[in-house]
């Protein structure tokens, strides 16, 4: 990896490059590295990778063993089923707030990031399909202006990548992923604050479901009820 650039923020470019080998499978799962070693790897001294550190170590993608050094995390079942809830808890009021409170400039935004999803989707390419998927819903949810419920949530889908679990394609094709946000998208364009709301519940749901089956059935665990493990929230 290359070295990070000289700047006045070391902390925040160690999290950044950190993040995208984590996912990108450069750091290991369950591997346990160094503060030094992480340092020479980047070339900057242990404070900025100790410090980038505590903030991964608070999305859930890394673990700090003292006296030990940084684990990588493997993601757990329960991981996954903690990380839907909370979606259904933050995700379903954004989009609804984000319904009732979008100007022009917004409508516009999101217009051209589901667009720009459904002509990605077209191509077949799973990869592009999620990457396309993840800029709708961060163009629909920055609307109300809570970078802070948008992190939160960033980092709740970093945590997913982290397990290599994606519904493309194995679950379902690009295009049906594509078309199981069109009611969201169609909420938010009317303005229908209520109904943002249930379409994004409805799609939490229903991707749920589908990741938490397939991954209780391939890990050997027995079967889940996802829907009594999710609807009380």
Known sequence: MDNLERADN?????ISR?????????LKPGELYSATQLGEWLGVSRTPI????QQLAKTGLVAVERNRGIRVRSTTLEDLIDGFQVRLMLEVPVARQAAAV??????????????????????????ATLRADRDFHLALLTTTGNHRAVKILEDLRNVVLLTGVETVPRSRSSMEAFEDHRDIYQAFMD????????????HIINTARMLVLREAHERGSSMVDVDSLLNWT
């Not at 993040?19 to 450069?26: D, F, H, N, P, V």
């Not at 100790?50 to 550190?53: F, W």
């Not at 303005?191 to 409805?202: L, V």
């Open 102 to 127: 979008r100007t022009d400039a917004d409508v516009q935004r999101v217009k051209e990031a589901f667009e720009a999803f459904g002509q990605i989707a077209e191509t077949g390419d799973p990869a």
């Open 10 to 14: 070391l902390t925040d470019q160690a």
């Open 18 to 26: 950190l993040r995208t080998a984590i996912l990108a499978g450069e």
């Open 50 to 53: 100790r410090e980038a550190v």
């Open 191 to 202: 303005g229908e604050a209520e109904k943002a709301g249930e379409a994004m519940r409805r």
